[in-house]
Structure formats: structure tokens, C-alpha cells
């Protein structure tokens, strides 16, 4: 039995529950956020973040386009009304998957509720995995990836991941104006590509519930 999914590629019933879907290259792989104008503005035009943009702050980049939507309302709450495609190396986010925590206890996982604290305290990158969205925001049975970047990651990424930052506002704007205007077809023939994204045997075992 075989579906079609919110790309309209048609596969398998089940899929992986925790499973990272990005668009990448086979040295990149392009994660999304959104910021207020005076951030996502220049960070676009320039390729780098702006002096405004805080490293001391966690940061949390997300491969999938569609959850990004849910996130920021397709580029219109508040502060967020700039979306930017980021393009970073497979070594950075490897770098950091490598080294991140679970965002929260997981028995089973975690030897007790005590080591889990001082794992996530001293860990520079943390995942959360979160319903992924369909072309209505809905929640998704499969889960999508969220990854927090903090202290030295956050550094990292902001001065030697990035590859390219790409403002994709215009896009997110005329894929939700299909879909408002039930033109689903047209509204999937607009979203970026992301298949499964490889990760060495191992490499996820400590942040899968």
C-alpha cells in the first residue's frame, strides 16, 4: 500500500519515527529560521548573521521547510516575518549531533533524571523532535528535527558552518497563498525537495527516544 505524501512522492505506509528529512547536497544540507526584518534582512544580502544577531543565545535550526512554517506562521507572527534558508556543512551538523543532548529525560536513555541534567548542561547543541507538518500545519505521525545551538556551537555555526543564507520570505508567502486558495498542487510543486538525510550507524543512538 502506498501514499502520497505533502511533497506528492508516493511511498510506503510507514516511515521512520525519528527520522532527519532535509534538502542536501553531498556536502551541505540547508536548515530554516525566522527573524525579525533587521536580522533576516542583512543576514541575507550579506550571508553572514548582523552584528544585532546574538551569539551568546540559543539558537535552534530546523531542516524541515514545513515545520518552519508552522513555527512561524509562514513568515507572519511577530519577529519572524523573515525566513532564511541556511546553507551549512555536513561536517558542522555532524559536529553537532555528535555532541548534542535530548532536550528531555528519557528513561531508558538516560541512566537517571541527575546525568541526563549534567549531559544537557555541558552539551553545546540539544534535540527536540516535534510532529512534522503537512501543507496545513497539521501534525505528521513522523517526527522532524529540531536542533538547539548554543555556546560553542552557536559560534560555530554562526562563523564557520554557514555556506549560504537565502531570504525564501517571497516563497513561504506564495506557497501559503496557494494553499488558502485550496490550490494544493501548485502549493507542493514549491516545496524545497528533502529526502532522507544520511548519518553514520550510531550517530542518532543517544538522542532517539
Known amino acids: 500500500m502506498a501514499r502520497v505524501d505533502q511533497h506528492g512522492h508516493c511511498g510506503p505506509v510507514s516511515e521512520p519515527k525519528y527520522q532527519i528529512r532535509a534538502r542536501h547536497t553531498t556536502s551541505t544540507l540547508t536548515v530554516y529560521q525566522a527573524y525579525a526584518p533587521e536580522i533576516g534582512l542583512p543576514a541575507a544580502r550579506e550571508g553572514r ?4 544577531w546574538r551569539r551568546e543565545r540559543m539558537t535552534w535550526i530546523k531542516p524541515s521547510f514545513l515545520w518552519m512554517m508552522y513555527r512561524c506562521g509562514w ?3 511577530e519577529g519572524q516575518e523573515s525566513v532564511l534558508a541556511v546553507e551549512i556543512t555536513r561536517e558542522g551538523f555532524a559536529w553537532a549531533l555528535e ?3 535530548l532536550s528531555h529525560y528519557e528513561q531508558g536513555l538516560h541512566a537517571d533524571q541527575a546525568t541526563w541534567k549534567r549531559e544537557l548542561k555541558r ?10 507538518r503537512d501543507l496545513h500545519l497539521r501534525p505528521r505521525p513522523h517526527r522532524s528535527l529540531q536542533l538547539g545551538l548554543t ?4 559560534h560555530r555555526y ?9 531570504d525564501v520570505t517571497p516563497l513561504a508567502r506564495t506557497i501559503h497563498a496557494h494553499v488558502r486558495e485550496g490550490a494544493m498542487d501548485a502549493a507542493r510543486r514549491l516545496l524545497p525537495p528533502e529526502s532522507p538525510y544520511p548519518v ?5 543512538a543517544h538522542l532517539i527516544p
Do not use: N
Not at 126 to 132: C, G, S, T, Y
Not at 151 to 154: F, I, R, T, V
Not at 158 to 166: P, Q
Not at 200 to 204: H, I
Open 151 to 154: 555556546g560553542e556551537a552557536a
Open 49 to 52: 548573521f548582523p552584528a544585532l
Open 123 to 132: 552539551a553545546p547543541a540539544r534535540v527536540q523532535w516535534d510532529p512534522e
Open 200 to 204: 553514520a550507524d550510531g550517530v542518532l
Open 158 to 166: 554562526a562563523d564557520e558552518w554557514i555556506v549560504s543564507i537565502t
Open 75 to 77: 513568515g507572519t507572527k
Open 99 to 101: 555532541r548534542a543532548c
